[in-house]
């Protein structure tokens, strides 16, 4: 929206909020179920990753 490619993340580590901005993935894991909330709707819903 600004012109500018970023990414953004920000979640919650056991209590503190952490954000990552440009992360790249370095390793991979098998897959977790996750608790995911977005900006642009009310509540979190269950995620596969």
């Given at each position: 929206?600004?012109?500018v490619s970023?990414?953004?993340?920000?979640?919650?580590d056991q209590?503190t909020?952490r954000v990552?901005?440009?992360?790249?993935?370095?390793?991979?894991?098998?897959?977790?179920?996750a608790?995911?909330?977005?900006?642009?709707?009310?509540?979190?819903?269950?995620?596969?990753?």
């Amino acid at each position: 929206m600004i012109g500018v490619s970023k990414r953004v993340i920000l979640f919650d580590d056991q209590g503190t909020s952490r954000v990552l901005f440009n992360p790249e993935i370095i390793k991979k894991s098998a897959p977790y179920e996750a608790e995911e909330g977005c900006l642009s709707l009310p509540g979190t819903r269950k995620a596969k990753r």
